[in-house]
């Protein structure tokens, strides 16, 4: 299969790919030294037509691409969607739609939690796939037939592993189980959370909220300073030095010298200088201006033994739905069922998920069904 670089041969085969109702569609990418993935190859295929699409060759436009990508009337079909949904909204500011990932559908189908492609595709078709080439460096040029071969495969088997999923999610009438979940896949907000949300993401280590108010500040400043420079946010300052610089309240380049967690000598950059900004405007915020600091929550005595009979009866739902636990409901779930019983506000308790699972856990919540081992087996049985 020889790799697309001309524009013309590009606009040939999206046109030709265009009038299928679906595409399988994979990127290969480097990301190890940037905030952003570098797009270095993309890969489609329909049942009749494939394509290797060189993004990196002189003069390339992705721009049918991108139109492909926001044509409702085709399906894009992904595994493990997430990355790739990424990388096409960060270079063409649109999330694709309509939207199948196969790795969700395979869950709902049974095939277990977060299986992986080449897993999904012996499953299924009964063919191995060559891995060797996974972990090779996508920008070099020229690309060897053998990495060609294994790009090439990551779409040509999704056509027939997304027909399977399909028509078995049709035959049990599960399709509108998939529809829920590719509504957060496709959230814009997904791949474009606010800066001001970066804290969010670290491991709370702090005790005061004066501690939490310059997290919250180094973290928001450390996201817009790596998207800016386009590298990771480690190399920006580390997850570590935020939460001694939180502790320490360093307000001048002496100060942020002593720290364990930065470099010797970077306290004299102009990076360090535009860090100590941010620090001391939040050491300054008057009281009443403070974060609160996350409540925790005193759980009602007997919740982890609640927690650990409920994921027993999710094990027992899952196998007799034939589908993966994860989909019905998180550990997180789990808990809040466990600590509030109908006042948990998770996904468990809503839409299907409520009806495949979340009553049996209320059930099993106020007693009104339990548990017993009989003959070799956990089976539910009503207490009334």
């Given at each position: ?48 037509t ?75 078709t ?42 078995r ?5 599960r399709a ?17 959370p ?43 300052i580390?997850d ?49 201006s ?18 650990e ?9 899952a196998?007799e739905e034939?589908v ?15 600590a ?6 998770v ?16 059930a ?21």
């Open positions: 299969m020889p790799l697309i670089t001309r524009q013309e041969d590009l606009e040939n085969v999206l046109e030709r790919l265009a009038r299928s109702d679906f595409v399988t569609i994979d990127t290969e990418f480097i990301r190890e030294t940037t905030f952003w993935p570098e797009l270095c190859l993309v890969q489609l295929a329909s049942p009749d494939t394509a290797l699409i060189d993004p990196l060759a002189p003069g390339i436009d992705l721009a049918p691409f991108f139109r492909l990508m926001g044509d409702e009337r085709t399906i894009k079909v992904f595994h493990a969607a997430r990355q790739d949904i990424e990388i096409i909204f960060h270079l063409g500011d649109l999330i694709p739609a309509p939207v199948f990932d196969t790795q969700v559908a395979a869950m709902v189908c049974g095939f277990g939690d977060s299986v992986s492609y080449d897993q999904l595709v012996q499953k299924v009964g063919e191995r796939i060559d891995k060797s080439s996974r972990f090779t460096d996508w920008r070099h040029r020229p690309l060897s037939d053998k990495q060609l071969d294994y790009a090439l495969a990551d779409v040509t088997h999704l056509v027939d592993v997304y027909r399977h999923l399909r028509d999610l049709e035959r049990d009438d509108h189980w998939l529809n829920e979940e590719m509504q957060v896949l496709t959230a814009r907000e997904t791949y474009d606010h800066p001001d949300d970066a804290w969010k993401r670290l491991k709370m280590r702090v005790k005061k909220p004066q501690e939490l108010a310059v997290v919250q500040a180094v973290a928001a400043w450390r996201e817009r300073e790596a998207r800016e420079r386009n590298v990771p946010r480690g190399r920006v580390k570590d030095a935020i939460y001694e610089i939180a502790q320490q309240g360093p307000r001048d380049a002496a100060a942020l010298a002593r720290l364990r967690t930065t470099p010797r000598g970077w306290e004299r950059s102009a990076t360090a200088n535009a860090l100590l900004a941010v620090v001391n405007e939040a050491l300054d915020l008057p009281k009443e403070l974060p609160k600091l996350p409540r925790h929550v005193q759980q009602p005595e007997g919740t982890s033994a609640a927690a009979l409920i994921k027993v009866l999710l094990k027992l739902v196998e034939g993966a636990p994860k989909v019905l409901a998180s550990s997180d779930d789990i808990d809040r069922i466990a509030r019983g109908e006042d948990a506000d996904p468990a308790m809503h839409g299907w998920r409520r009806e495949v699972f979340g009553e049996k856990a209320l099993l919540v106020r007693g009104d069904v339990a548990l017993k081992f009989d003959k070799r087996r956990i089976a539910v049985f009503d207490t009334k």
